[in-house]
Every structure is written in C-alpha cells, then in structure tokens.
C-alpha cells in the first residue's frame, strides 16, 4: 500500500509555545490529505481538510488560528499547533489517499504540553 | 453529515475463539475500511470494502451496502489481535470513525 510519513512521532513542548507537525505521502501525490486527533480511549476525530494550494477546510468546532494547517506542496501538509496550552495535548494523526480509493494514516504524533 | 457505529464496544475472548464486529452506517457511502490500531496508535489498513466480501487470512469482512453494515470477522483469535478495531466511512473524501471495538484476547 502507499506510504504516509508523520514527524515527529512525540514531541513535549512549553505552554505558549507552537508546535508543527507534518505528513508527506512518500510515493503517491496528494491534493488533499486529512487532520486528526484523538483522545485518550477515544475514537479519531476529524479537525481538517488539507488542500493544496488553498486554505485548509475545518470542522466544526475546531479552532482555525489554534491549528494552523498549510498544504504547500502535492505531498506535504504541516499542522502547527499555535500557543499550546496543556489541553491540547493529543495525538494528531494524518492521512491521504491516493486517487479515489482507500486511505492511509501516518504514525500519529502524541503531543504532550507541560 | 453521515452517522457511524460500531458493536460490540468492547469484546473479550479467549485464543482461538472466533469474532465478529460489527459497523452501521446511516446513509450510502463510497468508502468504507476497517482498521487495526496497534498499542503505538499506529493504524493498520486491514480492509477497503465499500461492498462485497473480502478475506485475508484469519480476518474477512463483509459490507452489504443496500442494508448500510459492514462485518468483521477474526477466526482462531491469537493474542496479538488485541487492540481496537474502527470501521471508518465517507461519502466524499473525508473518513468519519465509528467509536471502535477494544478486543482483548486472553491466552
């Protein structure tokens, strides 16, 4: 199957600070790649929609100046979590597809704010 | 937007035995795939299976799109199929998850 690549798998960062975490699809091109979180014993939530070249979709309820999400190139989108706060603590996981079939998830980052 | 649950929530069985999980879904849907998510929260593609029935090794799945239900079935259960199983499904584009099913699998 097709490979998503995350970065980094875990980072611990100072409240205030922000954090950027990315996804690139490693062998296929991606016009549209897609942000998750999940929460401890909890289901994957879906934040955003990444489109390249444009601005980011967001679900509701989520924060667009809180998580920043940048679509630069056909297989890289970076989401930066600005400000952190111990809330928002979680694990973010991305994914793509390639063409119209299934999709793939990277490894997920475990953000940890202190 | 489209509504999707799982069952049972969790699910305990001793090894060998056999399972089935279950996934409804509230409207037709162009996508659907069932996912293993191991203990580092990394999630492993186990079925795309938007209709009809597929099978790879001890795991098979089955969706009957008409009636809006996807099965899971795990035969011979080993230990190392533990951790929770998510059906996911999309109209579009974006994949919405069910809350999932936590299989304990005790030797």
């Known amino acids: 199957g097709a490979v998503v690549s995350q970065h980094p798998s875990r980072v611990i960062c100072k409240s205030g600070t922000s954090v950027k975490i990315e996804c690139r699809s490693l062998?296929?091109?991606?016009?549209?790649m897609f942000w998750y979180r999940q929460f401890p014993k909890k289901s994957l939530m879906l934040m955003a929609t990444?489109?390249?070249?444009?601005?980011?979709?967001?679900e509701q309820g989520v924060e667009k100046d809180k998580f920043l999400i940048n679509h630069a190139s056909l297989t890289l989108s970076t989401l930066t979590v600005t400000s952190a706060h111990p809330e928002d603590s979680s694990f973010y996981i991305c994914?793509?597809?390639?063409?119209?079939?299934?999709?793939?998830f990277g490894q997920g980052t475990r953000l940890t704010v202190v | 937007g489209i509504q999707v649950e799982q069952s049972p929530p969790d699910l305990i069985l001793q090894e060998g035995a056999n399972s089935t999980l279950r996934c409804n879904f509230s409207?037709?849907?162009?996508?659907l795939q069932w996912f293993h998510q191991n203990p580092w929260g990394q999630l492993i593609n186990l079925f795309y299976?938007?209709?009809g029935t597929k099978q790879n090794g001890r795991l098979s799945a089955t969706t009957v799109a008409t009636e809006r239900y996807s099965l899971l079935y795990i035969s011979s259960s080993q230990t190392t199929d533990s951790g929770v199983y998510f059906c996911?499904?999309?109209?579009?584009?974006?994949?919405?998850f069910g809350q999932g099913t936590e299989l304990s699998v005790k030797p």
């Open positions: 409207d037709s849907v162009n996508n």
């Open positions: 299976i938007p209709s």
């Open positions: 062998d296929f091109q991606a016009t549209t």
């Open positions: 990444s489109n390249e070249g444009s601005k980011a979709t967001y």
């Open positions: 994914s793509a597809r390639p063409g119209n079939t299934e999709a793939f």
């Open positions: 996911a499904c999309s109209q579009g584009g974006k994949l919405i």
